[in-house]
Each structure stands twice: as C-alpha cells, then as structure tokens.
C-alpha cells in the first residue's frame, strides 16, 4: 500500500567526494554532508550529518555491504526498512531516506541530541521519577503505535531508547529484530532480543507466542526498561 510523502523511501545511488577549503576529504552522501562518528556496530558506523539546504541535523547510518554477506543479514536489512517505513510516529526514530551505494547502504534517521537512555543512567544514576514517568509513558506510545501497525520489535532495552534534548522527549529505535509477519495460527516463533530484558516465558523456551500474547510480551520489556 502506498505511505505518504514524508515516509517515502527514496533510492540515490549519488556518492561523491569533495574538497574542502582546508584541502582535506569531506565525505558527502547525496545531499548529505557527513560528519563526526556518533557511533560504532558490528555491520557499520552511524555518523552526523546535514544538508547544504537547512542546518538540521541528520543521523546517517551506514552499512557495509560487504558484512551483509549472508542472506538472512540482507533479509534482515530489508526488514528493518520496511518496518520503519510504517512507523512514523513523535516517540520512534524516524527514518528520512535510503541511499544505494556501490559498497555500502545509508541509512537517513532522525538525530536526537541526548544519545542513548543507557549512557545517561550509566553515568549518572536512575532519573528522578517525573522524568522516568515521561519517558515510560512516551516508550508505551510508541510501542503501541507500533503494534497499531502490526509491527513487534522484539527487543526493546535502555540501548535502543534515544533522547532528544530539545523536545525533552524519547523514541525507541533500532528495529533491526522487528517482525511484521505471523504465521498462520497468529504465532510468533523466532527467540530474540536481550535476555535481561525478554519476558520469562521466552527465556523458558517457549517457540509458540500467540498474537495476543506477544503484545503483552513487549510489555514486558517496556516494563523492565522502565523499571
């Protein structure tokens, strides 16, 4: 089905290098000048970004195409931008754009100033319980937005929590173990996500996860990032 123009996923192959005024490479992605490194993962970097248009901020993911080797990671990768594609909501990270390259594929997100809610509880304790209200409420919009759209994302924990600074305001991303697709009875078979914060019945073994039930079992999770 057709989705609307802020979510349309558009495919540029246009990458090009050029010079700066200090003689030194800067990278450009499209329209997207690239900048410092955000952070690190097992299939790429995430770095920042902006356009010559507007001075907002972009955070752009990019994958190496040659980590992408097997046919499950590429299946994955299809998914994960599939499944942003149909969540386009206030409290999730907002996917722009994806951009096609010889080597490597670019991911276009929503940049949020705050980085990730387990860097800030880590390094400075548990919030105050307004804050930690705030952001429960938001996570459950969210994730209820999600599942509205028939999507699961399986694996929700402080790492996939980011903040935004500004709006005072988090959204869940990295959908990169979200599912859309149930089987025929309406189960949910595949075991994922963090085990310290997956509900106890996965982590018992159980491979029949009824509809109704995998709602409840995000639930969970959101309850033990919460807590």
């Known amino acids: 089905s057709p989705i609307s123009a802020e979510k349309r996923i558009v495919l540029r192959t246009s990458i090009e290098c050029v010079r700066s005024n200090s003689s030194q490479m800067k990278q450009k992605i ?42 499950d990671e590429k299946e994955m990768l299809l998914s994960e931008i599939k499944t942003m594609a149909e969540v386009f909501h206030p409290f999730v990270v907002n996917l722009f754009e994806v951009l096609s390259g010889s080597k490597e594929v670019y991911l276009v997100l929503e940049f949020l100033s705050g980085g990730e809610l387990y860097d800030v509880v880590k390094s400075s304790g548990k919030l105050d319980e307004q804050r930690a209200r705030t952001y429960f409420q938001q996570i459950c919009q969210g994730v209820r937005f999600c ?59 159980s491979r029949r996860l009824k509809t109704e039930k995998a709602f409840e079992k995000e639930y969970t999770r959101a309850k033990q990032t919460g807590y």
């Open 30 to 71: 499209g329209q997207y000048t690239i900048g410092r490194t955000l952070g690190e993962g097992a299939y790429g970097k995430v770095k920042l970004a902006q356009t010559e248009q507007s001075e907002k901020p972009y955070a752009i993911k990019i994958l190496s195409r040659q980590s992408l080797q097997r046919v």
């Open 147 to 205: 599942h509205s759209r028939g999507v699961f994302h399986r694996d929700l924990k402080p790492e996939n929590i980011f903040l935004d600074l500004e709006r005072k305001t988090c959204k869940v991303g990295d959908f990169g173990l979200a599912a859309q697709k149930v089987n025929t009875d309406g189960s949910l078979r595949t075991i994922c996500g963090t085990p310290n914060y997956a509900a106890p019945e996965v982590m018992a073994g």
